[in-house]
């Protein structure tokens, strides 16, 4: 005849076994208690050793039960283009003119990439989320569990689940940030240190020549999507915080780009810095950007060198500076002696190059090395056949022939 206790812990066996988050359901629980009262042995009757060992591991299964669901890892994250392919770190969404694209996220999130904008996922995992906005304006909503951070410019809106919008213009170089619920909290350049908090129904709009940071009431009456280019040509009262008056930006001292032509390298570098060096990433272009990393590459800044090129890809991710600057950064990581960044970099290079890009042989060539490098030697392998398929008598080929024979 089965015991309450046998009945009880084959229960708690059979539930565990099941799906362990029983151990947070209440009811469950009060269940299980009130089986055990009820299960005690009347005064005058002894307790066997065999159902203190069955109430003892009902107990044990409980609690393993409750640690292994406190403990577990989290799910990854993992998102794709609704009703099209997967993304991962590092990838580009693209919204065609008149069509927007959406991102799904697995914990139920989902950011809606609008007509014309685009957006790049930098970072991708259970805890965190960073993605950047390269042109035009994307619409967020997001669950409670990851911290978001969305990049636009030189700002970046930070969250914790809520609605918002972002938008960046990187023509005219201004940010604006809609909340829809919960809150967001913007930081970047003219915004206080700390940061500034836009809740619901606000909209903060920030300028990064002018400095001017402005945060108000969303217009009621605004037709949906139509701060989409981010024009920010109304002029209402700011009902949050006092707008302070700043001077105009100062003219950006040109002496660096001078002496850089010259081959003055550490002059040019010198120069860049009294400028300002922050200033110079903000506001140049893309051409003179690769000029100043070249400058501080050559004067022995590799710090500073990969800085411009970073703020190059990020201002200008659909100019055709963009891979070059890419190309810069793999060789700036190989020569630091990273390879595996180095390795990142130039496959990211021959990812937005065109084929017949000049510097395509040479990504292949220092792709197949770096991976060597790195300790991957069935990749670099892989690249090596790659390469002499493609350039069987360019500068690479020996080094090639040589890693295919070593196997």
């Known amino acids: ?93 693209d919204a065609p003119q008149g069509a927007s694209e959406v991102v799904d996220f697995s914990e139920g999130s989902s950011v809606r990439v609008e007509s014309g904008a685009r957006l790049r996922i930098f970072h991708l995992d259970a805890k965190r989320v960073h993605l950047a906005v390269e042109n035009g304006r994307v619409e967020s909503s997001v669950h409670k569990g990851a911290t978001w951070t969305i990049g636009a410019g030189p700002y970046s809106a930070e969250v914790i689940g809520t609605q918002f919008s972002v938008a960046w213009a990187p023509e005219t170089r201004r940010m604006r940030v809609e909340v829809k619920e919960g809150m967001v909290r913007v930081r970047g350049i003219g915004i206080q240190k700390g940061g500034i908090e836009v809740r619901a129904q606000q909209r903060l709009d920030a300028h990064v020549d002018t400095r001017e940071v402005r945060l108000r009431k ?24 006092p707008r302070a008056r700043r001077a105009p930006p100062r003219p950006l001292d040109s002496r660096w780009r001078k002496l850089a032509k010259e081959g003055r390298h550490r002059a040019a570098l010198t120069a860049a810095r009294r400028s300002g060096f922050g200033r110079l990433l903000a506001r140049l272009t893309a051409s003179d950007l690769l000029l100043l990393a070249d400058a501080a590459r050559l004067a022995g800044d590799r710090p500073r060198a990969g800085r411009a090129l970073k703020a190059l890809r990020q201002r200008f991710g659909r100019h055709p500076a963009a891979p070059r600057a890419a190309f810069r950064l793999g060789r700036l990581a190989a020569e630091g002696g990273n390879q595996r960044s ?33 300790g991957d030697l069935r990749s670099a392998r892989k690249q090596a056949r790659r390469y002499l398929a493609r350039y069987p008598k360019g500068a690479y080929a020996a080094t090639a022939q040589s890693l295919l024979r070593e196997k």
């Open 1 to 93: 005849m089965t015991s309450p206790f046998e009945e009880l812990g084959e229960s708690v066996v059979e539930e565990l076994d099941r799906d362990p988050r029983v151990v947070f359901d209440g009811s469950r629980r009060h269940e299980q208690r009130a089986r055990l009262i009820a299960a005690e042995p009347s005064p005058g009757r002894a307790w066997h050793p065999w159902r203190l060992a069955m109430a003892s591991m009902a107990v044990a299964l409980l609690a393993l039960g409750l640690f292994w669901a406190l403990n577990r890892p989290p799910e990854p994250l993992q998102c794709k283009v609704r009703g099209g392919r997967a993304l991962a770190a590092g990838d580009w969404i």
């Open 218 to 241: 969303k217009p009621e009456t605004e037709p949906a999507g139509s701060d989409a280019r981010v024009e920010l040509a109304d002029r209402g009262t700011d009902t949050t915080q």
């Open 342 to 374: 180095a390795a990142r970099w130039f496959r990211a290079f021959l990812a937005e190059a065109r084929t017949n890009d000049a510097f395509a042989g040479d990504a292949q060539g220092r792709l197949m090395v770096a991976l060597e490098r790195s």
